[in-house]
């Protein structure tokens, strides 16, 4: 093996995907093992040991992780502690006057995640304009300090009225804390998210600070468990903004990292698109609990600060806009009092697995109905799990018999109510925000997402699929495609009208001076770092903004408000030129460049392409087609498919329904081409 390799490694719910990139060769090797949910790091270490990586000869080893997505999930989180102002305790217990289904009264928002009772407030103030009227009362302050000693809590939220503006007292504050609790995490508002609108000030910072000894323990075991192997650089963690952070910023904001992993399969996605020529691309990545899907739009991917890992309690950091449900391979299929049938959300997971896989589930998945209808082979991983084709029968019968379907068209209900729920995905984050399916590539990756890709592509009209060289681990691939990023934003409330251009200068001239402080502290190099600038905006009297790019050098703001009525006007289909325009923030995105891993390129030979063997499959009709089965390893780029045809793979299986054709490019992409 090379001396220059790099890892990527992507846990998940169902599967733990590994992918290794030998740079002096540019070949890419692949492995896939079970995820363990109670301690990922050993199904990291199973995939690590089974693909016979010699951590002495990888250079980079990047990692997208669920763990702090988990512990908020399932709420397993140390004791943590917030310190407010006098007379703001429960702006927690406040939030929002929203619902998430504002008709029912009866569903109750899930508790806060500081109890009352560690909610401890402390005499201070500092007005909206950023002047002091009272500084901290120090003796209070060592008396909490005192308290949060014997409560010993495992980290510390500090979050004080208008300290977005002023964070001299909350930075006071944390000093007194770290003189009696030295190595407790805090966290600090006016560092981790210094903007206006408290409730959700508080909650990213409580967030963030409870998350940070979840994390910053999962990240030391890991880095140590490389060390002691023979890894010598830094760990590399993917970051929900779609760039990496390294163990010396995840301790400050830990909870960059929830949503960690799926960021990277968007990533993938538009980099695989924009290499087979489409700027516009939508990306499916359909694992075996649940369905990710992100949109990219003239080359750029959407990016979001109104996201959460529960309904309720945002954190605003920015985060790659990636829409999920339940939607995998091994989503069960259930039919509901009225007789209605569902898929999913609920899922079989890795354990017990779909019913094919003789652990003993008996109820239907998506996989099951994959394997009845002869679309999915005996065997996944490249034969490391065999499935029980009369167990995937035996439970596509009760759905037959429920519905008094035969079993092949119950297997195709259940396909057919899978698609149905992505494409309403995929609606959502196209259409429901002023874009045309049609004018994008839908990028299939994931175990699953070969399987369904064409189906889910036809009902939306979009005219091109697109299935990576390796769709199973494409989301692990993504991780060797980012750089080093940290966003930066601060509060600037103005009337456009009213800015002046070297006062906006001088403030992104402040952002810009702790960003090139922070990637220094990582190790990046002045060459290579690059600076994006935005400013959210909004008409005035509206608090919903949108993010408009901002010129490294600004000299006036006519150009903005200009930008920003072309871009309200896509955005919502309509424009009101005579309205006021006002800005509500400055957005700086810091990059430190790392080299990547890029896809080697092929030549185009051609040739016919010769089909392994052939097999009955069920494309929706009343009778099987007797189906050609290709091996995608014996495919070279040039050589094209008609459909109806199953292309195998290692780790995925893609299906070629009738009235469409598939061609392997120069980068070992499958291009398939809908004739409808």
């Given at each position: ?443 299939a990756f994931g175990g699953a997402g070969a399987l369904h890709g064409v189906d889910v592509a036809r009902e939306l009209s ?215």
């Amino acid at each position: 093996m090379s001396q220059n390799i790099r890892v990527a490694v992507d846990t998940g719910g169902t599967f733990t995907d590994i992918c290794i990139v030998d740079e002096e060769t540019g070949k890419i090797s692949i492995e896939k093992t079970s995820s363990t949910p109670g301690d990922p790091i050993r199904g990291i270490i199973d995939g690590v040991e089974k693909a016979g990586i010699d951590l002495n000869t990888v250079n980079l080893f990047c990692h997208g992780t669920t763990v702090a997505t988990n512990a908020l999930i399932t709420r397993n989180l140390p004791r943590t502690v917030i310190i407010s102002t006098e007379g703001f305790r429960d702006v927690l217990e406040i939030r929002r006057g929203v619902r998430e289904d504002i008709w029912d009264a009866y569903k109750d928002l899930a508790p806060a995640h500081v109890k009352r009772r560690d909610r401890l407030t402390v005499e201070e103030r500092v007005d909206a304009t950023g002047k002091i009227l009272t500084r901290l009362n120090e003796e209070q302050a060592r008396k909490i300090a005192k308290i949060v000693k014997r409560r010993e809590v495992g980290a510390v939220a500090i979050c004080f009225i208008n300290a977005y503006l002023n964070g001299q007292n909350e930075q006071r504050m944390r000093e007194i804390i770290l003189e009696e609790m030295p190595g407790v995490p805090v966290s600090i508002s006016s560092e981790v998210l210094p903007e206006i609108s408290e409730y959700e000030r508080f909650v990213t910072t409580v967030i963030n600070a409870a998350t940070s000894p979840v994390v910053s323990d999962y990240v030391s075991r890991l880095g140590d468990y490389l060390a002691e192997r023979g890894y010598k650089r830094d760990l590399l963690l993917l970051h929900s903004g779609g760039g990496v952070m390294t163990p010396a910023s995840v301790r400050q904001f830990s909870a960059r990292l929830a949503g960690s992993g799926i960021a990277a399969g968007a990533l993938a996605s538009r980099h695989v698109a924009m290499l087979a020529g489409f700027q516009n691309s939508i990306g499916l990545d359909m694992g075996g609990t649940s369905t990710d899907v992100s949109m990219t739009y003239g080359g750029d991917i959407r990016v979001t600060r109104d996201w959460h890992i529960e309904w309720g309690y945002p954190i605003r950091f920015p985060a790659i806009e990636v829409l999920t449900i339940g939607a995998g391979g091994g989503s069960l299929a259930w039919t509901d009092p009225a007789g209605s049938l569902h898929n999913g959300p609920q899922s079989a997971g890795s354990n017990p697995g779909p019913a094919c896989y003789d652990k003993g589930n008996s109820q239907a998945t998506n996989t099951d109905a994959n394997v009845v209808l002869g679309r999915q082979g005996p065997v996944l991983a490249g034969g490391k799990i065999t499935l029980n084709a009369e167990l995937a029968k035996k439970a596509v019968d009760v759905v037959a018999t429920q519905h008094n379907y035969t079993r092949e068209a119950a297997a195709d209900a259940i396909i057919r109510v899978a698609n149905a729920n992505m494409a309403d995905a995929v609606r959502l984050i196209s259409v429901a925000r002023g874009y045309d399916p049609r004018d994008f590539a839908l990028v299939a990756f994931g175990g699953a997402g070969a399987l369904h890709g064409v189906d889910v592509a036809r009902e939306l009209s979009i005219p091109v699929v697109i299935v990576p060289p390796n769709p199973g681990v494409t989301s692990a691939w993504g991780c060797l495609l980012v750089d080093v990023q940290h966003d930066f934003a601060e509060s600037y409330l103005k009337p456009a009208h009213e800015v002046e251009p070297a006062d906006l200068e001088a403030a992104f001239r402040r952002l810009e001076t702790t960003a090139i402080e922070r990637l220094h502290h990582e190790g990046i190099s002045d060459d290579r770092i690059v600076l994006q600038r935005s400013i959210d905006m909004m008409y005035e009297g509206q608090w919903r903004t949108l993010t408009i790019s901002a010129p490294g050098t600004i000299t006036g703001t006519e150009q903005l408000t200009s930008l920003f009525h072309l871009e309200y006007e896509r955005e919502y289909d309509y424009r009101r030129d005579d309205t006021p325009v006002d800005f509500f923030r400055i957005n700086l995105k810091a990059i430190g460049q790392v080299e990547k891993a890029e896809l080697p390129v092929y030549e185009l030979v051609g040739g016919v392409a010769e089909p392994k063997t052939y097999r009955d499959v069920w494309f929706g009709g009343t009778e099987a087609l007797n189906t050609p089965i290709f091996d995608r390893d014996r495919l070279a780029p040039g050589m094209e498919i008609a459909g109806p045809a199953i292309v195998e793979q290692f780790d995925s299986t893609i299906v070629v329904p009738p009235r469409s054709t598939a061609a392997m490019d120069k980068f070992r992409n499958l291009i398939i081409r809908l004739e409808d």
